[in-house]
DNA sequence: CCTAATTCCTCTAGCGGCTAGAGGTTCAAG
DNA sequence: CTTGAACCTCTAGCCGCTAGAGGAATTAGG
């Protein structure tokens, strides 16, 4: 049986944030010792390890519960999570690129050494940038 | 003089976030009518569209702050702001990259109809993929 | 077996960047 | 002058943690 600081140390996850994931009801200990102390078997540290990885890939919390609460097998269910959750990461990482690159223009405006300073102006100015990003 | 629903109306930023901004010491108005009521110039204006489009560029309030705090000219203080920025997004880009290439794998694991479902063993393995996201 | 150090417990509050609502005042049009 | 829209301040909530207080349990060493 595993304490919370074992799967702490096994996961990487920081124990109070183990804590806040119980607390979301996506990962409920074992047991508890005689003094309340949460114990954990392979079965949570498998959990944890789906969820942070979950976690990483960016799905909300709220994901993550509809996920866990599948009962491993129901993939009619699952796919189309994956998906949506997908076709945002595309999304951000198109908006990303359009910031990418006014942000190269900005820190270009003033890369020389000519007179006046462009690079403020040019974090005011919306016009020169094709992409049209933000306002979301 | 503008109101503060005008400078809304104008620049698409919502009231509440303009007072917001103004409580985080971005965005003084010009000054207030007898009723207490904010009113904003052009200056205002111009200044919010810089505050809304360097938040669109995914600058913290606290750069916001240092940028305006600037007089206008300070291009040595200015630019190795937007540079540390620039290199941020360009991590950003990289991390949601492994992601999609990640997510993509599990939405593909079940897309035909073999028996079991791969889709959730997918989202717990972190074996299988490349880039080492996350954990940080 | 006892002590001391470490880990654990719960609870509350804070972060950033807003957003929403209550309850009251001021403004502008008719 | 009346109405209704827009304004004011203040407080609380969102997400996903993170940090700290104050106290109880566990574990290692003597």
């Not at 804590?19 to 010792?33: D, K, S, V």
């Not at 990483?56 to 097998?73: C, H, K, N, W």
């Not at 796919?79 to 223009?105: C, F, V």
Request: glycine share 10%.
């Amino acid at each position: 049986m595993l304490s919370i600081g074992d799967l702490s140390r096994r996961t990487g996850v920081k124990v109070p944030t183990i804590r806040y994931y119980e607390q979301m009801g996506l990962l409920p200990p074992e047991g508890r010792t005689e003094g309340n102390q949460r114990r954990y078997g392979h079965a949570g540290l498998e959990r944890l390890a789906f969820i942070r990885h979950a976690r990483d890939l960016g799905l909300p919390i709220e994901a993550i519960r509809e996920l866990t609460a599948l009962d491993g097998s129901d993939c009619a269910k699952a796919h189309p999570i994956a998906k949506r959750h997908l076709s945002d990461i595309r999304r951000r990482i198109e908006a990303l690129r359009g910031l990418e690159a006014e942000l190269a223009r900005i820190a270009a405006a003033c890369d020389g050494s000519e007179g006046a300073c462009r690079t403020l102006a040019a974090f005011g100015d919306h016009d020169r940038c094709e992409s049209s990003h933000g306002r979301s």
